[in-house]
């Protein structure tokens, strides 16, 4: 068997923890669209990122910022 190379790219989470705590969900939606569209080979992008992100929002309470991100 051979193994799949490591994917060497930065987690998004991170990076929209800060964004999100600095700036709040719609700067964060925008910087999500951003790093998406010009930084694809340096962060790991799946579907369900977003949706992540919502839903650990929602269950700390934080229902509009949630549905904003899973929305945006």
């Not at 799949?4 to 925008?30: C, F, H, N, Q």
């Not at 790991?44 to 929305?71: Q, S, W």
């Amino acid at each position: 068997l051979q193994s799949r190379p490591r994917d060497t790219r930065k987690s998004m989470y991170e990076t929209m923890y800060y964004t999100l705590k600095e700036k709040g969900v719609d700067a964060a939606v925008a910087h999500f669209s951003l790093l998406k569209r010009d930084h694809a080979d340096e962060y790991e992008f799946d579907e369900t990122t977003p949706a992540v992100i919502g839903y650990l929002l929602f269950n700390r309470g934080k229902y509009p910022e949630a549905i904003g991100f899973m929305h945006g």
